[in-house]
């Protein structure tokens, strides 16, 4: 068990739905990041969120909108994608100030755009 | 921007046997995670190394910090078949900033 959940596990969507991926952390943790997952390519970071604030979007499209309504959960709202948005999405959560500020991961949701 | 290597990329090994593994980068590092992915699950911590020579276990894995703070080790004692999967490094400069992953080492485990 990680502490971190996400929902869905798996989401097929077409190039003109809307979506959304659910982050949950019960670990504590002041900080919670969205990373994407490609095959063959290493972890790449999308957004970081510190105490709710957003502190980072790595230059990702305005097709993925992030949310974070409090430090324990994070959403990624997602429209008008393209298929090659398909791809595994983490979430993370870490303590920072004051803690060790290693990442958890949650078990991630497969997308799958058609 | 920092990249992480890792270094192999995927090897297969019989059961019973050492495994070893590293991870090298361009620049200074202050802190090494490693993680171990499963297919269809995410990343999970194994070891977090703090300090230039450190040397941390957890079970049969072991990982160190290399002294010149830019590379790290991971080994992989008396491996058995719950071992496969994908080992990544990652690497962070001061306290707060983010991390950068490696592409991960594929561990196949031949009974």
């Known amino acids: 068990e990680t502490g971190v959940t996400q929902t869905p596990r798996h989401l097929v969507m077409g190039m003109t739905n809307k979506k959304s991926l659910k982050c949950e952390q019960h670990?504590?943790?002041?900080?919670m990041y969205w990373y994407k997952q490609s095959a063959k390519k290493p972890l790449e970071l999308m957004f970081v969120?510190?105490?709710?604030?957003?502190?980072e979007n790595n230059s990702v499209p305005s097709r993925f909108s992030p949310e974070c309504p409090n430090s324990s959960h994070l959403f990624l709202h997602l429209h008008t994608l393209q298929p090659e948005d398909s791809a595994l999405y983490l979430c993370?959560?870490?303590?920072?100030?004051?803690?060790?500020?290693?990442?958890?991961f949650g078990p991630g949701t497969r997308l799958t755009v058609l | 921007g920092q990249q992480l290597n890792q270094s192999p990329q995927s090897m297969f090994i019989q059961e019973g046997e050492d495994v070893s593994m590293n991870c090298t980068s361009s620049?200074?590092?202050?802190?090494w995670l490693w993680y171990k992915q499963d297919p269809g699950e995410g990343p999970v911590l194994l070891i977090a190394?703090?300090?230039?020579?450190e040397l941390t276990s957890n079970g049969r894995l072991t990982a160190q910090f290399g002294i010149t703070r830019k590379d790290s080790f991971l080994n992989i004692s008396a491996s058995i078949p719950s071992d496969v999967g994908i080992y990544f490094c990652?690497?962070?400069?001061?306290?707060?900033?983010?991390?950068?992953f490696g592409p991960g080492t594929r561990l196949s485990v031949l009974p």
């Open positions: 620049s200074i590092f202050n802190t």
């Open positions: 969120y510190n105490f709710k604030e957003q502190t």
């Open positions: 670990l504590g943790h002041n900080a």
């Open positions: 993370a959560s870490s303590q920072l100030r004051g803690g060790s500020d290693e990442q958890f």
């Open positions: 190394l703090y300090k230039a020579g």
């Open positions: 990652a690497g962070r400069g001061n306290y707060g900033q983010n991390f950068v």
